[in-house]
């Protein structure tokens, strides 16, 4: 399994970014689909879950700006960041769980969000 993180960049603050997470299998597959963060020094955050029935759950810092979202048709899974901070700077990774008999987890490479005037 692949999962392709795209969309990340420099943005001022109070802008947005729309991540995006290709799956190289239908997303269907998938019980979970998530969000999480690694800034500087710091460790890694879960950021936003998704899962197969379409409930979601965020963390606290995030409630509010962000959303995640997932097109089927497209196995993606998005997390649109509005009204970004600069603490929402860190490198964002993509991550899904299955369940076949045992948990099978896989990650996606990182997208660097900066949120800097």
């Known amino acids: 399994v692949q999962l392709q993180a795209s969309g990340g960049g420099l943005v001022q603050p109070g802008g947005s970014l729309r991540l995006s997470c290709a799956a190289s299998?239908?997303?269907?597959?998938?019980?979970?689909m998530a969000w999480y963060c690694q800034a500087p020094g710091k460790q890694c955050e879960l950021v936003a879950v998704?899962?197969?029935?379409?409930?979601?759950n965020y963390a606290n810092s995030v409630k509010g700006r962000f959303t995640i979202s997932r097109d089927n048709a497209k196995n993606t899974v998005y997390l649109q960041m509005n009204s970004l901070k600069p603490e929402d700077t860190a490198v964002y990774y993509c991550?899904?769980?299955?369940?076949?008999?045992?948990?099978?987890?896989?990650w996606g490479q990182g997208t660097q969000v900066t949120v800097s005037s």
């Open positions: 299998r239908s997303i269907f597959s998938f019980n979970v």
């Open positions: 991550n899904a769980e299955t369940y076949d008999g045992s948990w099978s987890n896989y």
């Open positions: 998704i899962r197969n029935g379409g409930s979601t």
